[in-house]
């Protein structure tokens, strides 16, 4: 019997996160941290998907907590094979960045791009630890540069900044065999959505970045396993 591989999966007590812990603990038949800022509603999706998962409090926006987090993983498995960074807030659709509230900007970052940053630091030694690791940023169309138009100001430039992120990682990790890349779900019908195609058609491409095999690709920026522009 071969010994489960260890995934976290940020902001996984809904939507694509949920849905992305799921698959891997039920297809994959990993051992999943499922990352919730809110521990009541962490314990409630774990065990509403059953064996394999292990709620954990994380809430990305806040340093303690994140290492609190990596220290529950390290002291339990020593690895983490599978990092998902898919906590992601504020599609600011009434928002310009002319007039936009640089507040609200400044949260969004904080979850958006400092929340994964910061993780990845943390948990490298976890990562380096693991036989082939693998990071996925859950990012978004709307920070691709190619289409880069006005309008979500916070969520746009955040989620450009992760891609840009998910570049540099990828860059200087290539050499530890960690594969770092940049999902985009696609339109998905989730409480950020509003509407769009099945959750599960959404969290498959997430899933499919962070089963990648050894000689997969690293430093790219796809959708459904397929590349994007950037
Ligand atoms: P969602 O249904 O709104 O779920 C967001 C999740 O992130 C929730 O579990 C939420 O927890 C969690 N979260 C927010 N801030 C957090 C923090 N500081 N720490 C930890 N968890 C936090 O959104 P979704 O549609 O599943 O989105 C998942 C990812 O896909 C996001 O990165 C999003 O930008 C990206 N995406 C979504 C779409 C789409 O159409 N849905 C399209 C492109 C990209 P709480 O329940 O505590 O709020």
Known sequence: MTTPLIALVTGANRGIGRE????????????????????????????????????????????????????????????????????????????????????????????????????????????RAAAQARVVNVSSGSGAMEDMRGGTPGYGVSKAALNALTLKLADELRGDGILVNAVCPGWVATDMGGGGRPIPDGARGVVWAATLPPDGPTGGFFRDGRPIPW
């Not at 509403?48 to 002291?75: F, N, Y």
């Open 20 to 127: 992305t812990a799921r698959q891997l603990a039920q297809d994959h038949g990993m051992t999943v941290f499922l990352g919730a800022r809110d521990t009541a509603k962490g314990a409630e999706a774990a065990e509403s998907i059953g064996a394999g998962v292990i709620p954990l409090q994380l809430d990305v926006a806040d340093d303690a907590s994140i290492t609190a987090a990596i220290d529950q993983i390290s002291k339990a498995f020593g690895r983490l094979d599978c990092l998902v960074n898919n906590a992601g807030v504020d599609y600011d659709t009434d928002q310009r960045a002319a007039t936009v509230d640089l507040t609200r900007v400044r949260a969004a970052f904080a979850t958006n791009l400092f929340g994964p940053w910061q993780l990845v630091v943390q948990a490298l030694p976890l990562l």
